[in-house]
């Protein structure tokens, strides 16, 4: 079973990027209020309520040279201390003490976020080339408050 992690940044926007750092936000089955996308057709939705990112990929990044911070890809919850992998499709996760998701899948890149890489190759993250390196998308299962530093941990799915 995974450890426990944290929410390091909680991000949003009034569409695109980078997505800027608030200290709590509501979620709702359609992701964090006072958030918005530039291209709601491609993102958001309830199956892409939420995009969640690793901070230590993003250190990682930042380390290989990129301009990438929490934020900056899109993201609006940015999280330490979990193995990204176990972040996987199906997968529950319980965000402080209230919100439930579930991963639904990895993100792909697209153009807009060109700006957080040396090179502007944004497939630098895409699951498909990287795994372990992606974005992911979830859909909100329990709707409530999160705050920069819940806690982050694994939860069963229920069995019918």
Not at 116 to 138: E, Q
Not at 149 to 160: C, I, K, M, S, Y
Request: glycine share 12%; proline share 7%; hydrophobic share 40%.
């Amino acid at each position: 079973m995974a450890g426990e992690g944290r929410i390091v940044s909680l991000n949003v926007s009034q569409g695109g990027v980078p997505k800027r750092p608030v200290i709590e936000a509501r979620v709702t089955r359609l992701g964090l209020e006072g958030d918005r996308q530039a291209h709601p057709d491609v993102h958001g939705g309830p199956e892409r309520a939420l995009c969640l990112f690793s901070a230590e990929v993003i250190a990682a990044l930042q380390a290989e040279g990129h301009p990438i911070a929490p934020g900056t890809t899109g993201e609006n919850v940015t999280i330490a201390g979990l193995d990204w992998a176990e972040l996987a499709p199906g997968t529950r996760w319980r965000l402080g003490a209230e919100v439930e998701i579930e991963i639904t899948r990895p993100t792909t890149p697209c153009k807009t976020i060109a700006g957080s890489f040396a090179d502007g190759d944004f497939n630098r993250i895409h699951h498909a080339r990287y795994p372990g390196w992606s974005r992911v998308y979830a859909r909100v299962l329990r709707e409530g408050v999160v705050r920069a530093g819940d806690p982050v941990t694994r939860v069963e799915a229920e069995r019918g």
